[in-house]
């Protein structure tokens, strides 16, 4: 696993929306998919992603499966040891908490008001799509300007 990579954890309200709407969320799930980040779940995510496919989107087993196949090409699986109570206002989020700090994850990327009103957890940000983005897309920005500007090896 390449280090540099950011890593990040994703919240099952930016799956939903990478599944049905597309937008930032897919572009997330597309970085993934392309190796340009790691995204970590857990089975409790997972879980709750099914949860949310079966019962608000009336998806069947063999659908729900599918797409959580799709996901497991790409996501690298966290096994929740350690229970963290992080967020009061709800606590069905301390899931996206738990899979971050295991992960040693940079940021959790949610459009959950509960989670993004934490900001922050022991360093990891907490963002939402379009803000995970735009650090990304400074970061790659910074990365090409210095690739340009670095001076060559001299000959000896």
């Known amino acids: 696993m390449s280090e540099h ?33 790691h995204i970590f779940t857990s089975l409790e995510i997972e879980n709750e992603i099914a949860e949310k496919l079966r019962t608000k ?44 700090v295991l992960s040693r994850a940079n940021y959790i990327v949610s459009g959950d008001k509960h ?10 940000r907490i963002l939402k799509a379009s803000e995970y983005l735009a650090i990304l897309e400074k970061k790659e920005r910074r990365t090409q300007s210095t690739k340009f500007t670095q001076k060559p090896n001299k000959p000896e």
């Not at 890593?7 to 799956?15: A, L, W």
């Not at 797409?67 to 069905?92: H, M, N, Q, W, Y």
Request: hydrophobic share 40%; charged share 30%; proline share 5%.
């Open 5 to 37: 990579l950011d890593r990040i954890v994703i919240d099952t309200n930016i799956y939903i929306s990478a599944i049905f709407w597309g937008g930032k969320p897919r572009e997330i799930i597309d970085l993934g998919r392309d190796k340009r980040i």
């Open 115 to 124: 989670l993004l009103d934490l900001k922050e957890y022991y360093g990891i």
């Open 57 to 100: 989107f009336r998806l069947n087993q063999e659908e729900i499966n599918q797409i959580l196949l799709d996901f497991s090409t790409f996501t690298v699986p966290v096994k929740v040891t350690t229970k963290i109570e992080a967020v009061p206002g709800d606590p069905e989020d301390d899931k996206f908490i738990e899979c971050a």
